[in-house]
């Protein structure tokens, strides 16, 4: 079970996983092995699942993040499109949701001639895919990468 010191090297982490024992021992009070000691035990846990980086997407030549609804036409080809859509690195995230379509990703491209690509060469010709609506984003005001 965590306790507020585990949230407290969670949100240091959260701001910089890059952060020590050392560091975030001063903000929690903790000594460095006790730190370290709840560290490992969060990722045995599965709690942190990895250390990562944000990239600034426009510096790294991608400007054109979009929000791809998808309807699949039969429940049999679903699992077909869950194994085709994850294989490629444009697409950010994919998420199973409720409503009026299937699927939701948040796809990530230099131009609007990838997208266009990915949507006529790639997504539409996945097994299964009926329908598509796509939205683009203009400009992002907050976006955490975790909670």
């Not at 030549?61 to 699949?72: C, E, G, P, S």
């Not at 790639?122 to 990468?145: A, F, M, P, W, Y």
């Amino acid at each position: 079970m965590m306790d507020t010191i585990d949230l407290k090297i969670i949100d240091a982490l959260k701001e910089n996983s890059r952060s020590t024992a050392s560091e975030i021992s001063k903000k929690v009070s903790l000594s460095i092995p006790a730190v370290a000691e709840r560290i490992r035990k969060m990722e045995e846990a599965a709690i942190i699942e990895k250390y990562t980086i944000k990239l600034n997407r426009e510096k790294m030549n991608y400007k054109v993040l979009a929000f791809i609804f998808i309807n699949i036409d039969r429940t049999e080809n679903v699992e077909n499109f869950r194994e085709a859509i994850v294989q490629y690195p444009c697409v950010l995230e994919c998420h199973h949701v409720a409503g009026e379509y299937d699927y939701l990703l948040k796809v990530l491209v230099e131009e609007t001639q990838s997208l266009e690509h990915f949507l006529s060469n790639t997504l539409k010709k996945i097994k299964g895919v009926r329908k598509s609506n796509t939205i683009i984003s203009l400009s992002t005001l907050k976006e955490d990468i975790n909670r």
